[in-house]
């Protein structure tokens, strides 16, 4: 079976390097949660208001930080770990971090008062408490889990090109290098907008069980780089330099139309959460439903679809896709096929809370005004 899948490379650790990569997540955790404790940082209010104080919570950005000490850190195998180790201890990685998850979820739900699901099972799986911060806001858990995800995820990149060119030296195959550096550049541009995470869906609604820890860690910082489980272990596909260029020139046409859209749209929703009459880039004039004491955004780019951040992350997905050169293997599709179930589902769960938030009148006004879901035309 794991021969036909094509990942048997995976499984070729000695039995204490499989139980390294076992505990490699549990101590990543612990280095990042010391790293984000102690490492200097920015303290800003965010957008969900603390109940005991009325006033919205305070939060220490430092990502972007922790995200370069980690890549020179990683780069430079100051701490005698192999390039090529994150990735080759894939398999055992998301076992361990899946088991480690589990146990952080049940400290952190079962330690709450019971809410609104009764179920335990089902509590672990949502959660209970919406924010969980320790010392003083000095650490914030929803904070930290898009920290360690979102560096993890670009050092598992980085290290499965590092394998890649160790297999395969001068017949490597350039679309690897590139998918590295599409996520690291994904990575980066979270960082260097940290903020804007704070006024995104995660942060405002999303309860810390076990879908948002593990998703959080394990899902995010090592399966996004599933396509490279299996496309790291090919050569260069060999196409003449030509065709080479046209597809390469493609995949990133593509891959930095979607960040454009994603990152553009995350930018004004986040632009007109902060200042309301602001005009976004200083030309979209804002336009809104006045729902109550909300306003349901509706101008730019979102007056072409309802959830348009998401066609981005659609593009996105694509370009990853196309950017191994192997056009027909599964493997390489496995983001795309993920993210588009994802944000399908997403979205409908996105459109069930909004019309409880502003109220099924003006949300069904809004649908009205702006039709489409995600793909202007079509969806």
Known sequence: MIEWLGISHLFELSRTEAIAGFLTPLVIFAVFFVAQFILPARRVPGYV??????????????????????????????????????????????????????????????????????????????????????????????????VVGGTMLSLNALSGAAYHYEMYGNNFNPGVFLYAAFLTFYVMDYFVFERVQLYTYDLIHELLGFKLIWGGLVVYGWLYILPLWGMAAYPDPGFSSAWTNIWLIVTVTLFLVGWGISRGANMQK????????????????????????RKILCSGLWG??????????????FSIGLVFGYFFNPWAWTYFVFITWLFTWRQRLDEKECAEKYGAEKWAEYQERVKYRILPGVY
């Open 49 to 146: 208001i603390n109940p005991e104080t009325g006033e919205p919570r305070n939060y220490r950005l430092n990502g972007i930080l922790i995200f370069v000490i980690a890549i020179v850190v990683w780069a430079t195998e100051i701490t005698g770990m192999p390039r090529d180790w994150f990735y080759r201890s894939s398999v055992y990685a998301v076992a361990g971090g899946t088991v480690f998850c589990l146990i952080f979820s049940m400290l952190a739900v079962y330690s709450q008062p019971v809410g609104h699901i009764k179920n335990p099972l089902l509590a672990l799986w949502e959660g209970r408490a919406l924010e969980l911060p320790f010392f003083n806001e000095r650490f914030d858990v929803k904070m930290y889990l898009y």
């Open 304 to 317: 072409f679809a309802r959830h348009f951040n998401y066609l981005g992350e659609g593009f996105l997905s």
């Open 270 to 293: 986040y632009t007109f959460k902060r200042w309301p009459d602001r005009k976004f880039l200083g030309l979209i004039e804002p336009e809104y439903i006045q729902a109550g004491q």
